[in-house]
C-alpha cells in the first residue's frame, strides 16, 4: 500500500508508466494478431496450391479414364459379333451365344468395366452380363430399361451418367456411358451399348491421393451442372438438397467474381465453415470438389495462435515489469529536480494546486514563471542601477551629493560612504584587432565574464560596484572602508594585476588598468572616472598590461613640449640617404625617448610627423637612384594607427629604417649587369657605323677603355671586338641569305669598310668566302 500510494501522488509518473506499458501493450498485441493472421493467409495459400494439385493430378485421370472408354465405346459399336445383337430382328442362338461370348471377353479385359448392356430397338430389348441381371428374376433389367427408355430424361452419348444399378439407396455406384451410331441424344429409336464404369475405380483412387498423408484431410466429390454431388460412400452430409444447393451456390458466385474454372471458397457447411476447392469440367459437365472443415485445416494455425497469445502474455509480463523500471529512470531526474527546488509558496497552496489536476511539471512550470519574473525583476532592477552608475561617472555634476546618497540606499548599491574611493578603468590592449575578429555574441560574453570576474574578485577586500562602459573598457568602483593610506600599492595594485592574470588565463585577453586618485566626495566620481580613463590611455607608454596610476603621468601631464627637435629630424634624414643603420637607430632611439614625456595627445602627432620625415628621405632617395627600391611609401604613415604602443612603434620604424639603409648599399652586380646590358644593345643598334669600337663605347657609357674591355670579357668570356665582329657577321650572313645586296653593299652595310678584312673574318667564321656561301645556300 506504501508504495501504491507512492505511484498515486505521482502523477506524471502515472502518465508515464500508462504510455510505455499501453504502447508495449498495443505493440504485442498487434505483432501476435499480425503474424497469426499472415499464417493463416499462408497456410490458406499452400492449402489452396496442395489442392489444386491434387485435383489437376484428379483431371488428369479423368482425362485418361474418359479418353479410354471413348475408344473402347466406339471398338464395341463397331464390333462384328455385338452387331447382330443390336439390329437383328431375329437373333439365331449362336449368335447370341456368340455375342455373349464376345461381352465376357471384354468385360474380363476391362477392369474398370462394371457391366455392360445392349439395347436392340428392333426387338426392342436388352442384353446384359451380370449376374444380377440374368438371375435377379429381371429386377435389374427392368430399373436399366426404366432409366434408359424413361421418355421424360434423355441421356446424352458419350458422357458419363451416375446411376445406381445395384444399391436399394439410390446412391450412385456405377457411371453410365451411353454409345450409339449418332451423337445426338439417345432415344429408343436406336439401338445402342451402355457401358457401366465401376464408381469404386474413380472414386477410391481419389481417396488413396487424399489419405496419402498422416490424416483424412476431407472429402473428395464430384458435381455434375445441376450441382448434384456424388461419391462413392454415403455421406449423409452432402445429401441435404440445400447441401448441394450452398455448395453450387458457393461455386458459381466464386466462379462469376473470378472468372476462373477452379479456385477455393469459405462458406458454412451444413453449420461448419469448410474450405471447398473446385476444378471445373476434368471431362465435360462434371467439377471435382475437395471439401475441407477449415477448423481442420487451421488447427496449427489456432494452435500457434494460442502459443503466440501466451508467449504475448509471457512477454507482456515482462514488459510492465521493465516499464515501471524504465519509468521510474525517466522519472528519477525530474523527481531530483523536485527535490531541489524549493517552492516559494507555502506548502498548502502546493498541496492544493496538485490536487486541482496539476501535475510535477505543471508544479516545476509555475515554480519556473514565477522565478522567471522574480529575475526578470532582479534584470530590470541590474539595468537601472548599472544605468544609475553610469550616469554618476558621466554626468556626476548632475546630481547633489544627498540625491547620490539617496539613489544609492535606494537601489543598493555597493558603494560605501562617507570612505575614500578609487576608480579603476579595465581596457582592453589591442581592442581595434579585437573588434573586427571577434564575433558579436563573443564580444558580449567576454564583457561580462571581465565585469562579473573584476567585481567578485576585488569585492572580497572591498565593496565595489563594476560597469561596462562602451564596449572596450570596465569600471571599477572600490570603496576603501577602514583601509590605510597604503591600501592602493598594498592591496589594490596585487588584487588588479590578479584580475588581470586570470582574464588572460581563461580568455587569453589582455588588459591595462588606469587608477585614479582618492576620491573623498561622491560628487567627484565622474572626475575620478575622467582622470583613470586619461590614465589608462599611458598604455601608449608603458605597454601591455600595466597598471598606471596619476603619479606615473605627472611629468608627462604637465609636459608642454609637442615637437622634438629639428636636429634630430635632419641627422635621421641624413643618416638614411647615407644608409648609415646605427647613426639611423640613435637618432631614431633619441626621438622616442622625448616621446616618452610628452603629453598623451602629443604624442601620436609627434610620431606622425616623424614618420613625414622618413618618407620625404625615402622618395629623395629613390628619386636619385638609378635602379628603383621595392618599396611601399604609404604604408609608413599607417604606422602609428596600427601599433598601440611607443616601443611597437619604434620596432616597426626601426625595421623601415634598416630595409631603407640596406636598400641604400650599391650593388655591383646589379650595376655591372645594367652596363652591359646597355653596351650590347648600343653594338645592337650601330653595328653598321664603321667607326663603331671599343673606345667609342667606352666613350659613351662614360668609362675608360680597359675598364670596359676587362668588365666585358670577364662577364662574356669573349671581348668586346669579339662580340662586335660576332654581331656584324651574324647581320651579314642573314643578308647574304634573303637579299639581293651584292658583297660590298653588305660589308658596308655591316661597319666593314676593308674588303680583305671582312672576307677573312668572314671564312674564319662559317668556312668559306662570302660568295662561296651564298652560292651553297642558293643551290641548298
Not at 579595465?426 to 563573443?442: E, N, V
Amino acid at each position: 500500500m506504501r508504495g501504491f500510494g507512492f505511484y498515486k501522488s505521482k502523477k506524471y509518473l502515472q502518465r508515464v508508466l500508462s504510455s510505455i506499458m499501453l504502447s508495449m501493450v498495443i505493440v504485442l498485441l498487434a505483432s501476435s494478431f499480425a503474424n497469426t493472421y499472415l499464417l493463416e493467409k499462408s497456410m490458406k495459400r499452400i492449402q489452396e496450391d496442395s489442392n489444386l494439385k491434387i485435383l489437376t493430378q484428379l483431371q488428369y485421370n479423368f482425362s485418361y479414364m474418359n479418353e479410354i472408354i471413348t475408344h473402347l465405346s466406339y471398338f464395341v459399336l463397331k464390333d462384328n459379333l455385338l452387331i447382330p445383337l443390336m439390329f437383328d430382328e431375329t437373333l439365331p442362338k449362336m449368335d447370341l451365344i456368340r455375342s455373349y461370348q464376345r461381352m465376357s471377353s471384354i468385360m474380363d479385359s476391362s477392369s474398370f468395366l462394371h457391366s455392360m448392356v445392349v439395347y436392340n430397338h428392333s426387338q426392342n430389348e436388352i442384353y446384359g452380363t451380370t449376374t444380377n441381371f440374368l438371375l435377379d428374376g429381371g429386377v435389374t433389367k427392368k430399373k436399366i430399361s426404366d432409366w434408359l427408355l424413361d421418355p421424360a430424361h434423355q441421356h446424352e452419348t458419350s458422357r458419363l451418367i451416375p446411376v445406381s444399378l445395384e444399391r436399394e439407396d439410390g446412391q450412385m455406384d456405377a457411371f453410365a456411358f451411353v454409345v450409339t451410331e449418332s451423337l445426338k441424344p439417345f432415344s429408343r429409336g436406336e439401338s445402342a451399348i451402355v457401358l457401366y464404369i465401376k464408381s469404386d475405380w474413380v472414386f477410391d483412387s481419389l481417396k488413396k491421393m487424399n489419405d496419402t498423408g498422416s490424416r483424412s484431410q476431407g472429402d473428395i466429390l464430384m458435381a455434375d451442372q445441376d450441382g448434384r454431388l456424388y461419391s462413392s460412400h454415403n455421406i449423409d452430409t452432402y445429401q441435404s438438397k440445400a447441401t448441394q444447393e450452398t455448395i453450387h451456390t458457393y461455386i458459381k458466385n466464386h466462379k462469376s467474381a473470378t472468372g476462373e474454372p477452379s479456385g477455393f471458397v469459405i462458406g458454412d457447411v451444413e453449420g461448419e465453415k469448410s474450405m471447398i476447392t473446385y476444378m471445373a469440367n476434368p471431362i465435360p459437365n462434371w467439377t471435382i470438389l475437395y471439401v475441407q472443415s477449415y477448423d481442420q485445416l487451421m488447427a496449427e494455425v489456432t494452435q500457434t495462435r494460442v502459443k503466440s497469445l501466451l508467449v504475448s502474455g509471457s512477454l507482456l509480463l515482462i514488459a510492465i515489469a521493465i516499464s515501471v523500471w524504465l519509468s521510474y529512470k525517466l522519472y528519477h531526474p525530474i523527481e531530483d529536480m523536485l527535490q531541489r527546488i524549493r517552492f516559494q509558496q507555502p506548502r498548502g497552496e502546493s498541496t492544493r494546486r496538485t490536487e486541482g489536476g496539476g501535475d510535477e511539471l505543471h508544479a516545476v512550470s509555475e515554480n519556473y514563471l514565477k522565478l522567471s519574473h522574480t529575475l526578470q525583476e532582479i534584470s530590470s532592477e541590474h539595468i537601472v542601477n548599472k544605468y544609475y552608475i553610469r550616469k554618476f561617472m558621466t554626468d556626476g555634476q548632475m546630481f547633489s551629493h544627498h540625491d547620490m546618497i539617496s539613489l544609492i540606499d535606494k537601489h543598493g548599491l555597493n558603494i560605501a560612504y562617507p570612505a575614500e574611493i578609487l576608480v579603476c578603468v579595465l581596457r582592453l590592449d589591442q581592442f581595434q584587432s579585437y573588434a573586427s575578429h571577434t564575433a558579436l555574441a563573443l564580444k558580449k560574453t567576454h564583457s561580462f565574464a571581465i565585469t562579473n570576474i573584476a567585481q567578485e574578485m576585488m569585492i572580497k577586500a572591498y565593496p565595489c560596484e563594476a560597469v561596462e562602459v562602451w564596449g572596450d573598457h570596465i569600471i571599477l568602483i572600490v570603496s576603501l572602508v577602514d583601509a590605510p593610506a597604503t591600501a592602493k600599492t598594498d592591496t589594490i595594485l596585487p588584487i588588479l594585476r590578479d584580475i588581470q592574470h586570470t582574464i588572460e588565463q581563461y580568455y587569453q585577453l589582455s588588459l591595462s588598468c588606469g587608477l585614479s586618485d582618492a576620491i573623498s566626495q561622491l560628487t567627484q566620481l565622474s572626475f575620478g572616472y575622467t582622470q583613470a580613463l586619461q590614465n589608462s590611455l599611458y598604455t601608449l607608454i608603458f605597454g601591455y598590461q600595466s597598471i598606471i596610476t596619476s603619479d606615473m603621468v605627472k611629468e608627462n601631464n604637465a609636459n608642454k613640449r609637442v615637437s622634438i627637435p629639428e636636429t634630430i629630424e635632419r641627422k635621421l634624414s641624413e643618416s638614411l640617404k647615407k644608409g648609415l643603420m646605427t647613426e639611423a637607430g640613435i637618432e631614431l632611439e633619441k626621438a622616442f625617448s622625448l616621446f616618452a614625456t610628452f603629453h598623451y595627445h602629443d604624442i601620436h602627432r609627434a610620431v606622425t610627423n616623424l614618420t613625414w620625415v622618413i618618407k620625404y628621405a625615402v622618395v629623395e632617395i629613390m628619386e636619385n637612384r638609378v635602379t628603383k627600391m621595392s618599396f611601399h611609401v604609404d604604408y609608413i604613415h599607417h604606422i602609428p594607427q596600427e601599433k598601440e604602443t611607443l616601443e611597437e612603434m619604434y620596432l616597426a620604424l626601426l625595421a623601415l629604417c634598416a630595409q631603407i639603409c640596406e636598400g641604400q648599399k650599391p650593388s655591383n652586380v646589379e650595376r655591372n649587369d645594367m652596363i652591359l646590358e646597355t653596351v650590347k644593345e648600343l653594338i645592337h643598334q650601330k653595328y653598321a657605323d664603321i667607326n663603331l669600337s671599343q673606345q667609342t663605347i667606352a666613350s659613351t657609357v662614360k668609362l675608360s677603355s680597359p675598364y670596359l674591355g676587362k668588365l666585358f670579357k670577364d662577364s662574356y668570356q669573349i671581348t668586346l671586338t669579339e662580340y662586335i665582329n660576332e654581331v656584324r657577321l651574324q647581320h651579314a650572313k642573314h643578308l647574304l641569305e634573303s637579299g639581293d645586296h651584292s658583297v660590298l653593299d653588305i660589308m658596308e652595310k655591316c661597319g666593314y669598310a676593308n674588303p680583305s678584312y671582312f672576307f677573312r673574318l668572314f671564312k674564319a667564321k662559317f668556312g668559306s668566302t662570302p660568295k662561296e656561301y651564298r652560292m651553297k645556300k642558293s643551290i641548298s
